[in-house]
């Protein structure tokens, strides 16, 4: 995060001092590859486009607030983590980052699995074809139902997340005539550096079976001894927006030592181990991402290392990748309305969604960047915080940033690097209408979640 201040910035030393925001950037029209996605282009005459179509025409089209997704940028990120794992291992794509129909085909069609965490992202997932062998169920609390449901549909894996819940899938299994494949999530004891509310391995938390104290062990006895679990491996998720890799290898460490614990006390070698997903990615132009080849490298030869010392055999190796697929491959389109620039302070920037469609930047002080796309400018950079429509002062979506002083209303704005975690965390606070999701490809855009319209607001409510 950078906090550094620039002087052509704000006059208050207090604002210069709290603000997140780097200097302004030497080109306000420059688009950095490192966050916006692979087809994003401006060009000669300032217009920016994705797949080949000018971003006025999608707004024309479709409207805003929108999401667009780069199609060919999802498709490829698919490939590189496919690629840089190969064929000993699988990539499950973490269908909470963003889920629909379309995105279900596009992974099915490049070799993706997919990790799902409810009985709704497992009826899309059904629903639009991906065979039930290649998902996984997760979830620290999956009710009766949606393990009968996953069970029944022959789900590939579901992951136990409890001591409760491995009597529960038996039973279940049991009672459905079935042997369901299962792995036990087990919290390895690493502190990831990420917000404290999407750090999952340390053990004061509600999911997996912590490693300390034998507890994961205990647990894979129990798992064990019953006839409806096949069990085949074990899971750890450390977090998510993670950048530092070290976590990931202590993970993998940790648990490796956890299957030659397994193989020792029971003569059974687990042939699988999950090691989650988490990679973060770049929001501003200060983050630096780590490339799925270089995790790739790092976890197998950590794992074959391990494995060797201990005389196991290398399982197979899984990861449940989500933000950094889909993360990166869309942005927001917003049209700028009311401008209102505070003496001293910053403008705040209104646009025409907010805290509904975006809610990462209240809930975790989440840092983005944004530009004016529907023509460019040489203005004189303005810092701003860019603000939605809610009743709420924490209705922001980037909190620091800088925009051309000539901004006015009815600019078409983007805040890019919104495809995991926004449409998928998206409220209707305010009544506002979740916007639409618009696979764009070759010079077109298709609409893959609709836009919400008031007529279904107005049919939930039934009073
Ligand atoms: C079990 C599990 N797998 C995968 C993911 C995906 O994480 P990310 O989108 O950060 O890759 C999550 C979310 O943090 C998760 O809880
Ligand atoms: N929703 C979070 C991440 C949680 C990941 C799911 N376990 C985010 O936007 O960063």
């Known amino acids: 995060m950078s906090r550094s201040a620039h002087p052509a910035g704000p006059r208050h030393a207090d604002v210069l001092t709290e603000g997140h925001y780097s200097a302004p950037p030497t080109d306000l029209n420059a688009l950095d590859p490192k966050v916006w996605s692979r087809t994003v282009t401006r060009t000669p005459d300032g217009q920016v486009t994705v797949g080949g179509i000018e971003v006025a025409r999608l707004a024309e089209e479709f409207g805003t607030p929108a999401y667009f997704l780069d199609e060919a940028d999802f498709r490829a990120r698919c490939q590189a983590w496919r690629d840089a794992f190969g064929p000993d291992a699988d990539v499950f794509y973490a269908g909470k980052a963003f889920l629909s129909r379309a995105v279900v085909r596009w992974l099915h069609e490049e070799g993706l699995n997919l990790d799902v965490c409810s ?135 940790r648990v490796v030592a956890l299957l030659a614990e397994i193989r020792d006390e029971h003569g059974v070698e687990l042939p699988e181990i999950d090691l989650g997903g988490g990679l973060g990615i770049a929001y501003t132009s200060d983050d630096d991402p780590a490339e799925p080849h270089d995790i790739a490298n790092s976890l197998r030869e950590i794992v074959t290392r391990e494995c060797a010392a201990s005389k196991l055999r290398t399982p197979r190796i899984s990861v449940e990748p989500g933000r950094a697929i889909v993360g990166p491959t869309a942005f927001t389109l917003y049209e700028v309305g009311t401008i209102k620039p505070l003496e001293g302070l910053r403008t705040y920037v209104s646009v025409d969604g907010g805290m509904s469609d975006n809610i990462r930047t209240a809930l975790y002080d989440a840092e983005y960047s944004v530009a004016l796309v ?49 449409r998928s965390m998206a409220s209707n606070y305010n009544h506002a209408l979740r916007p639409p999701v618009v696979a764009v490809k070759d010079g077109a855009g298709r609409v893959i979640v609709r836009r919400e319209t008031e007529e279904d607001l107005l049919r939930l409510d039934v009073g």
Not at 377 to 398: T, Y
Request: glycine share 10%; charged share 25%; aromatic share 4%.
């Open 119 to 253: 009985a709704g992202e497992l009826t899309t997932a059904l629903d639009a074809g991906m065979p039930a062998e290649r998902i996984a169920l997760h979830g620290n609390n999956k009710t009766p139902e949606e393990i009968e449901r996953a069970v029944a549909a022959g789900v590939g894996h579901i992951v136990l997340d409890s001591f409760q819940e491995i009597v529960r899938v038996a039973h279940i299994a049991d009672r459905l005539g079935k042997r369901q494949r299962v792995q036990i999530r087990v919290t390895v004891g690493v502190e990831a550096h990420t917000h404290e509310f999407i750090a999952t391995a340390h053990e004061d938390q509600k999911f997996g079976i912590a490693l300390a104290g034998g507890e994961a062990a205990e647990a894979v006895r129990r798992a064990l001894k019953l006839d409806g679990l096949e069990l085949v491996g074990i899971h750890s998720h450390i977090g998510s927006q993670i950048f530092d890799t070290a976590g990931f290898e202590v993970a993998a460490r």
């Open 374 to 422: 529907s023509r460019s400018s040489d203005a004189e950079p303005m810092l701003v915080r860019v603000v939605g429509k809610h009743c709420e002062s924490g209705d922001i979506v980037v909190r620091d940033a800088f925009l051309p002083a000539d901004l006015a209303p009815g600019d078409l704005i983007a805040v890019p690097a919104t495809g995991a975690y926004c």
